[in-house]
C-alpha cells in the first residue's frame, strides 16, 4: 500500500531540519510531499538540497493549514493520505499498524498515538488517544481534558474515536474529496473536528491506533495567544452551527455562546485581556457568518448521537473529573 505522505509549512525551516528526515527515513517506499504556503524563510531551499526526493506543492500565499491542504493534496499521486504536521517526529515502524487498518477498512479514518515530543512519558494535548465533544461541542480527548495531559501508560487501546487530530491523520483521498476537503473558512483550529464531525453525519467511521507512535513538539507553527484563542472559539461556533441536528440547533447554540461569555471572565479575572477580547470577537464574526453557515447546512443527514457526556465542562470544573477514565 502506499501512502502519500504529505507534510504542510509555513515558514517553518527550523521544524523541517529537525522532523522531516525522520519522516523520510522512517516510511520506506512511500512518497513524501511539503505543501509550502508561500514561506518567506529558506524552507524551500533546504528541502531541495537535502531531500530531493521530497516532492513540493508550492503555493502562491499562505492559504492557513485547511485550505492549505484541499489545493495541494489535488496534486498527491496515492490513494491514500497521511496529513502530518511539520512538528511530528514519527517512529520505525509507524505505518505498519495503519496500513493494516486501512487494507482491512479502507473507509476508516485513522489517528496513531499522539504522544509529547518534550515529555515523552506523557500524551500530548493535540490529540493524545483519540478525541471526542460533548453536547456543546467542547472537545477533549482520551488523554487529555483541558489542561490536564495524562500519562501514557497504554490506558488507551485501540478504540472508535469521534475525531482524528489533524497533527496526523490517515485516510484515503476519495473520503477527502467526497467531503469537501477542510473548511477553508476555519483557516487554522478545529477543521479537523469539524471534518470528522461531517465524517460521521456521513456516516464514516474514525478510529485511535495504539500501535502507532508519534512525537509532536506541539504549538509549534501558531503560539498559544489571543489569535489561537479567537479561531479556537470561532470556529466551533462554525462547527456547531455547521453539523447539529436542526432540532437542537438554536438550544444548543444559546448555551455555548452564554458558556463561552463566562468562560470569557476567566480569562479577565487572570489578567489575560487579549484572549477576554477574542472571545467576543469571535462572536461577533461568528453572528456576521451565521447566514452563510446556516444556508450551507444539510439538514438531513445531521446525527444526533455525536456525543457521549453532556458538558465536559460540567465534569471537570464542577465535578472534578480530571481524566478521562474518570467520565
Known amino acids: 500500500?502506499?501512502?502519500?505522505?504529505?507534510?504542510?509549512?509555513?515558514?517553518?525551516?527550523?521544524?523541517?531540519?529537525?522532523?522531516?528526515?525522520?519522516?523520510?527515513?522512517?516510511?520506506?517506499?512511500?512518497?513524501?510531499?511539503?505543501?509550502?504556503?508561500?514561506?518567506?524563510?529558506?524552507?524551500?531551499?533546504?528541502?531541495?538540497?537535502?531531500?530531493n526526493d521530497v516532492?513540493?506543492?508550492?503555493?502562491?500565499?499562505?492559504?492557513?493549514?485547511?485550505?492549505?491542504?484541499?489545493?495541494?493534496?489535488?496534486?498527491?499521486?496515492?490513494?491514500?493520505?497521511?496529513?502530518?504536521?511539520?512538528?511530528?517526529?514519527?517512529?520505525?515502524?509507524?505505518l505498519e499498524p495503519i496500513k493494516e487498518r486501512l487494507n482491512n477498512h479502507p473507509n476508516s479514518i485513522i489517528q496513531p498515538k499522539i504522544l509529547d515530543l518534550n515529555n515523552p512519558n506523557y500524551f500530548e494535548y493535540a490529540g493524545a488517544a483519540g478525541g471526542f465533544i460533548d453536547k456543546y461541542g467542547y472537545p477533549y480527548c482520551r488523554g487529555r481534558i483541558f489542561n490536564t495531559i495524562e500519562e501514557d501508560n497504554n490506558q488507551y487501546l485501540d478504540n472508535k474515536?469521534?475525531?482524528?487530530?489533524?497533527?496526523?491523520?490517515?485516510?484515503?483521498?476519495?473520503?477527502?474529496?467526497?467531503?469537501?476537503?477542510?473548511?477553508?473558512s476555519f483557516f487554522a483550529h478545529m477543521e479537523e473536528i469539524d471534518f470528522c464531525w461531517r465524517a460521521f453525519n456521513h456516516g464514516y467511521s474514525v478510529y485511535y491506533i495504539s500501535s502507532s507512535k508519534v512525537y509532536h513538539q506541539g504549538a509549534a507553527t501558531i503560539k498559544i495567544n489571543s489569535k489561537k484563542t479567537y479561531l479556537n472559539y470561532r470556529n466551533s461556533l462554525f462547527m456547531l452551527t455547521k453539523?447539529?441536528?436542526?432540532?437542537?440547533?438554536?438550544?444548543?447554540?444559546?448555551?455555548?455562546?452564554?458558556?463561552?461569555?463566562?468562560?470569557?471572565f476567566r480569562f479577565l479575572i487572570r489578567g489575560e485581556i487579549s484572549n477576554f477580547l477574542s472571545i467576543y470577537k469571535a462572536?461577533?464574526?461568528?453572528?456576521?457568518?451565521?447566514?452563510?453557515?446556516?444556508?450551507?447546512?444539510?439538514?438531513?443527514?445531521?446525527?444526533?448521537n455525536y456525543f457521549k457526556i453532556n458538558s465536559i465542562v460540567y465534569k471537570y470544573f464542577i465535578l472534578g473529573k480530571k481524566k478521562f477514565f474518570h467520565l
Not at 493549514?65 to 490513494?79: L, P
Not at 451565521?290 to 438531513?300: A, D, Q, T
Open 1 to 51: 500500500m502506499k501512502i502519500g505522505i504529505v507534510v504542510i509549512n509555513w515558514n517553518g525551516l527550523e521544524l523541517l531540519k529537525k522532523y522531516l528526515k525522520t519522516i523520510i527515513d522512517n516510511s520506506p517506499d512511500q512518497n513524501v510531499y511539503v505543501i509550502d504556503n508561500n514561506s518567506k524563510d529558506e524552507s524551500l531551499k533546504y528541502i531541495r538540497e537535502n531531500h
Open 55 to 94: 516532492k513540493i506543492i508550492s503555493l502562491n500565499k499562505n492559504y492557513g493549514f485547511a485550505e492549505g491542504y484541499n489545493i495541494g493534496i489535488q496534486d498527491v499521486k496515492e490513494d491514500y493520505l497521511c496529513i502530518i504536521n511539520n512538528d511530528i517526529e514519527v517512529t520505525k515502524d509507524w
Open 161 to 184: 474515536i469521534f475525531w482524528s487530530s489533524g497533527a496526523c491523520m490517515f485516510l484515503s483521498k476519495k473520503i477527502f474529496n467526497d467531503l469537501g476537503g477542510f473548511d477553508k
Open 243 to 264: 453539523n447539529l441536528p436542526l432540532k437542537r440547533l438554536v438550544s444548543i447554540l444559546t448555551i455555548r455562546l452564554m458558556m463561552d461569555i463566562l468562560s470569557s
Open 283 to 304: 462572536q461577533l464574526d461568528y453572528f456576521i457568518n451565521v447566514k452563510m453557515l446556516l444556508s450551507n447546512r444539510n439538514n438531513h443527514i445531521n446525527r444526533p
